[in-house]
């Protein structure tokens, strides 16, 4: 557990890994021994089409996950991951289910139903807006950018829906196989911060219902509104940068060591996303806040 620049309580917290049950390379007792000498708190291992329950293992607690992915490999036609998370049970659907049926099989289940990955998975902002009742979406996936086609950035999505009105929680995940080493390697990267003194399943499901985590590779960042301005406070960066709807706006600030930037929204904005990068090139994503 840690404790953030405001002084509350922070789990650090992996939500898509994939095990020997499904593609990946290593075994859960393995993955999970990994994230903890890592530093996480807690992680969900989420294999394609394999429900995995709540459990403690190798010292770390698991919350409950499964990837359900339906539609083709190809992104044209409609190729949808979708991480089940902290669910009671396994959805009951199938394969052949679309992807607004698995997202409602997820609910019933008693989970929450998380878009993975969607740039990689070629999802466009219409592709999206279709689909009702998503609980959030990866803004980021670090499989999809080191080892698989380099699209693992999905902010230009997160920001087209946005501006159309369609607001979704953001997560980083690390989406982990253990496909390759070094630069290549997709363990261990990304994670949400979750404001939550308790590492419970139902204590940290109820905080990010709550809208209170950020996503990250290693930063901390933290934006609010006050008097009209947008305030981001974070960790030692060399760049930080206020995403909206509007086209031009001076967004971008960069130097050495910067902590804290105001930014005036201009008339036309109707919300603010941080994105802050520190000295080594790793970056936090704050949630979506409306201007009104």
């Known amino acids: ?61 698991v919350y409950s996950g499964e990837e359900l992915h339906v539609g083709t490999s190809d992104g044209g036609e409609g190729c949808y991951h979708i991480l089940c998370l902290f669910a009671r049970e396994e959805p009951a659907v199938g394969r052949d289910a679309s992807p607004q049926e698995v997202i409602n099989a997820i609910h019933k289940a008693g989970g929450l139903a998380v878009l993975a990955h969607p740039a990689w998975s070629l999802n466009t902002p219409e592709m999206i807006r279709a689909l009702h009742e998503l609980d959030g979406t990866e803004i980021f996936n670090t499989v999809s950018q080191r080892g698989m086609s380099r699209r693992g950035d999905s902010s230009l999505i997160v920001d087209m829906l946005a501006a159309s009105g369609c607001i979704l929680p953001l997560f980083a995940t690390d989406d982990s196989h253990f496909y390759g080493e070094g630069n290549y390697a997709d363990a261990t990267n990304s994670f949400v911060m979750v404001e939550s003194d308790s590492i419970d399943a139902a204590a940290v499901r109820a905080a990010i219902e709550a809208g209170r985590f950020y996503a990250s590779e290693g930063p901390e960042v933290h934006l609010t509104v006050k008097d009209g301005k947008g305030i981001v406070y974070c960790s030692p960066a060399v760049e930080v940068v206020l995403f909206s709807n509007g086209v031009y706006s001076q967004r971008v600030t960069v130097g050495e060591g910067i902590t804290h930037v105001e930014y005036e929204p201009l008339k036309w904005e109707k919300h603010l996303r941080a994105q802050v990068t520190d000295a080594e090139g790793r970056r936090a994503w704050s949630q979506i806040i409306p201007l009104s």
């Open 1 to 61: 557990m840690y404790t953030d620049l405001f002084g509350k309580k922070r789990v650090k917290v992996g939500l898509h890994h994939h095990t020997t049950l499904s593609d990946g390379r290593k075994t859960p007792q393995e993955v999970a021994a990994l994230y903890r000498a890592a530093g996480y708190d807690a992680i969900a291992l989420t294999d394609h089409w394999k429900f995995g329950s709540e459990q403690c293992l190798e010292g770390i607690t």
